[in-house]
């Protein structure tokens, strides 16, 4: 039987492709999806992958995972650095928490440094470009697997 895992995109991740691709590269969230997709069949994990602009609709798939996933795979974009909402809705999760970031943002604004987010995350990946997703996700596989 697969497992459930939220892959959760935040603000401005729907431009991937376009926006700053010298920091984000030229892949698409779609191109993501596809790729995660992939990862995830050959894990046994099933997907609900999501991008919104909104916090309050970040929150509510938290929410919504609280009841169905085994997993939360989470780049909260530019809430990282700002939303308490997030992590609280994190803290009230019960499962693995995995932060992304597309970028190396400790090597970017001092204002990126800091993460509310990974104050809840288990594990936190920065720098590893769109790749970085498929890590993630075999990392899930994997915690899951061991029964972790
Ligand atoms: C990001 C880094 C954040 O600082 C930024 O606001 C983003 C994307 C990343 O994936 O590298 O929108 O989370």
Request: include cysteine.
């Amino acid at each position: 039987m697969s497992v459930l895992v939220y892959v959760i995109n935040g603000p401005n991740l729907n431009l991937l492709g376009k926006r700053e691709p010298e920091i984000y590269g030229s892949e698409t969230l779609s191109d993501v999806e596809r790729d995660c997709c992939e990862v995830a069949n050959s894990e046994g994990l099933q997907l609900r992958f999501l991008q919104s602009n909104a916090e309050f609709q970040i929150i509510d798939w938290i929410h919504e995972a609280r009841e169905r996933a085994a997993a939360i795979v989470i780049n909260p974009a530019a809430f990282t650095h700002t939303s308490v909402a997030i992590l609280d809705a994190l803290n009230a999760f019960e499962g693995h928490v995995v932060e992304i970031h597309i970028s190396n943002v400790h090597k970017r604004d001092v204002f990126r440094h800091h993460s509310y987010v990974s104050g809840r995350a288990d594990a936190v990946m920065a720098g590893f470009g769109t790749h970085g997703y498929q890590l993630a996700l075999r990392h899930v596989g994997k915690l899951i697997r061991d029964g972790a």
